[in-house]
């Protein structure tokens, strides 16, 4: 089962350190899972925590969100709203019984395109581990 | 019509009997009474009163497919409506507001969901011997042994249930199950038109309705609108559970290259029913849409159809969180003529 | 509770020129219901009541009231609006000017300290409702039920509300005008509902907030009985880009109560109104107050208590907990 399951995972990137750092390690050939779909957004502060229910609801597995370390957003504090507003939706998710491993989030500099990969793997392998989230999908309930 | 006797002992048998043909009967979920389907060889109980959800949710779902479309497929693929269906323990309030709502479905258009569930579906009724606190049917021209509607009409006699065997569909369903039923004696029938004449007796409130679609019209700058909806929230409850409001919206829900159009419920209680694209809101406030609750209920619907939108089962009184009581605005429309 | 004097204070508001209605709560239609009171003049203020059926928060009334285009050539309304508030539903008003959803100036605040309420659908498992509109008074500890020369003591610990076992501010936190002595608060009851699910793994919870979630007829009377949800554009009536489907199912439904939950994370003041009004029963309460314990406990953060504190999900601080983070 876990050899075939590929898990599907929707990144929200912060345009000014966690994208850049992203691209840093492709233009480094850094390996990393390719199970990472990349949405690039203006700041960690701008995610919604919308964004992260709606990608369950259309088939992610897991989610992870990733911005500038705190002190270095590039909107002087995006990432500090960020940090409390996507605690509480961690606490939220885990206390409607979210397998707690299928949210990641990270401090990711421009500069730091091996911790991206570390990020990254990480994250697959949690997920991996929680195994697919089909149980909240739109189309495996309501279609 | 024939009448038939079913002694309480062979009860068991006979839900048991029906559970194969997809049997619906109510039942107390948490603190929501409503139907459910009976699997094969369950019981049911008849206890209690009316359910929280009407009836009406299963032959006219809260959200339903109407088709479902993909990139690249021309025909789109309406789903099957093929299911025959028994529900077990309608009150005679439901399902004479089946028979009115049905009015609505047949009018200019006949809608093929609607007619199609409602033409495979059996309705055994059940008599009220006690009616709840805010029923009030007498008041719109129903009946707690009413049959309008019904295919079956039973009546708990105490030890035995009464059947009223009132249409074909009916016929094939008490045919199923001939050998559980004996020929109800003439006792037994005398016995339920006393039931239903205390029923009709213990009913605590009534309105009576003459007059009031004609003032609805006179009334409608009149302040006593603002009044009565100044403590609505603005929520659905007292709609979405109306056995006979029957409003809907149409979407279309789409994901990468395929999609379905479904209609779910929708209820003129809310902002957003009426709200052009434009922004501007015919309905800008509680007020207007409380009149237009009312109106639809005991004017338009009257004028349309020559009968009151309203079967007196009083979920809406009994179940609004601050209190608005249908009768209560009613008596206030009268006052007010 | 002295209702002459209560009614006499607000006779006296409601005639004011700079008042336009004073809200509190009148006698229901039958059982134990109560209704909103609207009191525009000094008579309507002989209806008023105060006993422990008067659970219901009124504060959503201040947001509640559509602001409709003023026709040309009139003034614009501006006098105040004048509210009945128990301790909770203080917290509310507190809140709502945190948020700068209202202006103090258009608001007269009533005090009721509050001795705590009454479930009625617990009370009416014991004690059927009927036809008429019942009386109830509290005495001591307990409640009374007064049907003429009848009295029924109802112990406190039968049929008191989850959300008044659980408070820790009875007494308004704001208000202009008190009527009563302030109520000695009580020791807030352990939050059994949230721990129960805490001690539940993963697999558990969300089976218990499937069977929850489905119930779910999405009737929005949680979110507009809400005195601290009141977005003039709200999410769930977007239709581009539409954030929760129309169709109700389990994903949708849940899809609103997380937003609907994390949209008051760090607001909610606990009055429960929410849960009370859910005509299916989904236990609404247990997820905003778990997330008001987080609140709580590890930011050191409590709304609806100063006016003037700044929102918490619109601030933070350098060492907010981040052990989360990678």
Redesign the interface.
């Given at each position: 089962m876990s050899e075939q399951f590929r898990p599907n995972i929707v990144a929200f990137l912060c345009n000014w350190c966690t994208y850049a750092g992203a691209d840093l390690a492709g233009t480094s050939r850094v390996q990393y899972p390719a199970n990472v779909k990349i949405i690039r957004v203006m700041c960690s502060g701008r995610v919604n925590p919308l964004y992260v229910v709606n990608a369950l609801q259309q088939g992610a597995d897991g989610v992870i969100i990733s911005g500038c370390h705190p002190g270095d957003c590039h909107y002087m504090e995006g990432n500090f709203y960020a940090r409390r507003r996507l605690k509480l939706l961690k606490e939220l998710l885990e206390f409607t019984g979210v397998d707690p491993r299928r949210f990641t989030m990270s401090w990711v500099s421009a500069s730091e395109g091996h911790k991206w990969k570390e990020v990254v793997e990480k994250a697959v392998e949690d997920v991996r581990a929680a195994g697919p989230f089909d149980q909240f999908q739109r189309r495996q309930i309501g279609w | 019509m024939s009448a038939k006797l079913l002694h309480k002992e062979k009860w068991s048998e006979f839900t048991g009997r029906l559970s194969g043909k997809n049997l619906w009967a109510p039942a107390v979920q948490g603190e929501v009474k409503k139907f459910v389907p009976v699997a094969e060889g369950e019981t049911v109980s008849l206890e209690g009163g009316n359910t929280t959800v009407p009836p009406k949710a299963l032959i006219f779902p809260q959200t339903e497919t109407l088709y479902r479309f993909s990139r690249g497929e021309e025909e789109p693929e309406p789903p099957a409506i093929d299911e025959e269906m028994v529900l077990l323990g309608v009150r005679p309030c439901d399902a004479r507001a089946m028979a009115l709502v049905e009015k609505l479905f047949r009018w200019d258009f006949d809608d093929p969901y609607y007619l199609k569930r409602r033409e495979l579906t059996t309705l055994i009724g059940l008599a009220c011997n006690e009616p709840e606190i805010n029923c009030f049917c007498p008041s719109v021209g129903g009946s707690p042994a009413s049959t309008e509607g019904l295919d079956i009409l039973m009546t708990d006699l105490g030890e035995s249930y009464l059947l009223e065997v009132l249409t074909d569909k009916g016929k094939a369903i008490a045919g199923a199950v001939e050998d559980l039923l004996e020929e109800a004696p003439a006792e037994a029938l005398k016995q339920k038109e006393k039931l239903a004449e205390e029923a009709l007796a213990g009913i605590k409130w009534s309105v009576d309705p003459e007059g009031i679609p004609e003032a609805l019209p006179q009334l409608w700058e009149d302040p006593l609108w603002e009044r009565v909806s100044a403590p609505c929230l603005g929520c659905g409850i007292c709609t979405y559970l109306c056995p006979t409001c029957y409003c809907f919206d149409i979407q279309d829900e789409v994901e990468g290259s395929a999609g379905r159009r479904c209609r779910s419920w929708d209820s003129c209680m809310f902002a957003e029913y009426t709200v052009h694209t434009s922004g501007h809101n015919p309905r800008p406030s509680r007020r207007e849409r409380t009149r237009n609750r009312i109106n639809h209920k005991y004017s338009y619907f009257v004028d349309k159809f020559g009968e009151i939108a309203c079967v007196g089962c009083g979920r809406c009184s009994s179940l609004c969180p601050v209190n608005i009581d249908l009768i209560d605005i009613l008596r206030q429309v009268k006052a007010a003529q | 509770m002295d209702l002459d004097k209560l009614r006499k204070t607000a006779a006296e508001i409601v005639s004011r020129d700079d008042v336009k209605y004073l809200i509190g709560w009148r006698r229901?239609?039958?059982?134990y219901?109560?209704?909103?009171?609207?009191v525009r003049d000094a008579a309507g203020a002989d209806e008023l009541i105060f006993s422990p059926l008067c659970i219901?928060n009124l504060a959503?009334?201040l947001t509640?009231v559509?602001k409709?285009p003023v026709p040309r050539g009139q003034e614009p309304d501006t006098r105040k609006v004048a509210l009945m508030v128990k301790g909770c539903d203080s917290r509310a008003v507190a809140q709502l000017l945190a948020e700068k959803g209202i202006k103090r100036e258009e608001v007269v605040v009533v005090g009721l300290p509050c001795p705590g309420m009454i479930d009625r659908?617990l009370l009416a498992e014991k004690y059927p409702?009927?036809?008429q509109a019942a009386e109830i008074r509290w005495r001591g500890e307990d409640f009374v039920l007064v049907d003429g020369e009848e009295e029924t003591v109802i112990p406190r610990a039968e049929v008191l509300a989850e959300k008044c076992r659980l408070c820790r501010h009875p007494n308004p936190v704001l208000s202009d005008v008190t009527v009563g002595e302030p109520v000695e608060p009580w020791a807030a009851a352990e939050d059994s509902g949230v721990a129960e699910?805490?001690a539940?793994n993963?697999?558990?919870?969300?089976?218990?907030?499937?069977e929850q979630f489905s119930?779910c007829?999405?009737?929005?009377?949680c979110?507009?009985?809400c005195p601290l949800c009141y977005c003039e554009d709200c999410?769930l009536?977007r239709l581009d880009p539409i954030?929760v489907?129309?169709?109700?199912?389990?994903?949708?439904n849940?899809?609103f109560h997380?937003?609907r939950?994390?949209h008051l994370?760090?607001r909610c003041i606990e009055c429960g109104e929410c849960e009370?009004?859910c005509?299916?029963?989904i236990p609404l309460g247990k997820?905003n107050r778990?997330?008001a314990q987080?609140?709580r406990e590890?930011?050191e953060f409590e709304p609806g208590l100063d006016p003037e504190a700044e929102p918490?999900?619109?601030s933070?601080k350098?060492d907010?907990?981040?052990e989360?983070?990678?």
């Open positions: - | - | 229901g239609t039958f059982g219901r109560v209704s909103p009171h609207f219901s959503n009334y509640l559509e409709l659908k409702e009927t036809e699910i805490m539940k993963a697999e558990e919870r969300w089976a218990y907030w499937e119930k007829i999405r009737c929005y009377s979110k507009n009985a999410i009536d954030w489907n129309r169709s109700v199912n389990f994903s949708e849940t899809a997380l937003a939950a994390f994370a760090g009370r009004v005509p299916a029963g997820l778990m997330l987080t609140v590890e930011y918490f999900q619109a933070y350098p907010d907990p981040e989360f983070i990678l």
